[in-house]
C-alpha cells in the first residue's frame, strides 16, 4: 500500500468518526511527538492514534 493510499484510509476513517459527531484532527507527525502531543492535550485531544506509510520493521 502506498502512503497515499493510507493516507486515503485514515482520512476516510477521521471522516466515519466525525460523522458520529466526533471531533478529529489528522495532523502530520514532528520529529518532537512528545511536544506535539502535550500541545494537542493542551487544546483539548484527549486519544491519539499514530500511522506510518510502512508498518514498522522489527
Sequence with gaps: MS???RLC???A????ARKD???VL????NKN???QKEQLNK???EE??????EELKR
Excluded: D, H, S
Aim: charged letters at 30%.
Design 3 to 5: 502512503a497515499g493510499e
Design 9 to 11: 484510509e485514515v482520512i
Design 13 to 16: 476513517q477521521a471522516q466515519e
Design 21 to 23: 459527531g466526533t471531533q
Design 26 to 29: 489528522v495532523a502530520r507527525m
Design 33 to 35: 511527538k512528545k511536544f
Design 43 to 45: 487544546e483539548g485531544y
Design 48 to 53: 491519539f492514534v499514530e500511522f506510518y506509510k
